[in-house]
């Protein structure tokens, strides 16, 4: 009984580990953004600070798809996701804060401000 509830409990773990897999997706822009506004989608451990390269949306979206995005960099974002440098760095690359997000300070930047600033270029590539 108890060795019953232990492959149980494995494969629900498994199941949980595919369900969240497949939640994430494949390597786009609209996927990240989803996955910044839900951090149970995140990889375990993966923290927050927007000026840390490996805890912004750079280093999430390495975290989530290495093999696409090699380094946790606005050069690395710009080829994988078919976007111009300079929106990269705009967006994941902290240029302009200010005009950007609207705060001088990083630690002020959440991932849902970097997912709206991902969704309004979407919407302008449309």
């Keep these: ?6 492959i149980t409990a494995e494969r629900s ?3 949980a580990e595919a369900e969240r897999l497949f939640a994430i997706g494949e390597p786009s822009l ?7 506004r839900h951090r149970e989608l995140w990889p375990k451990g993966q923290g927050w600070d927007y ?4 805890d912004c949306a750079m280093g999430l979206a390495h975290a989530l798809w290495n ?3 090699e380094y946790p960099g606005s050069h690395a974002m710009a080829g994988a996701f078919g976007m111009p440098q300079s929106v990269a760095c705009r ?15 990083y630690h002020n930047i959440t991932p849902e ?6 969704d309004e270029y979407l919407a302008g590539v449309k």
């Design 51 to 54: 000026s840390n390269c490996v």
């Design 30 to 36: 609209k996927n990240l953004s989803h996955i910044l």
């Design 1 to 6: 009984m108890r060795a019953e509830r232990s």
């Design 91 to 105: 967006i994941f690359g902290g240029n302009e804060p200010l005009k950007t997000y609207g705060t001088a300070y």
């Design 67 to 69: 093999e696409v995005i």
């Design 13 to 15: 773990i498994e199941t």
């Design 113 to 118: 401000m970097v997912a709206e600033k991902i």
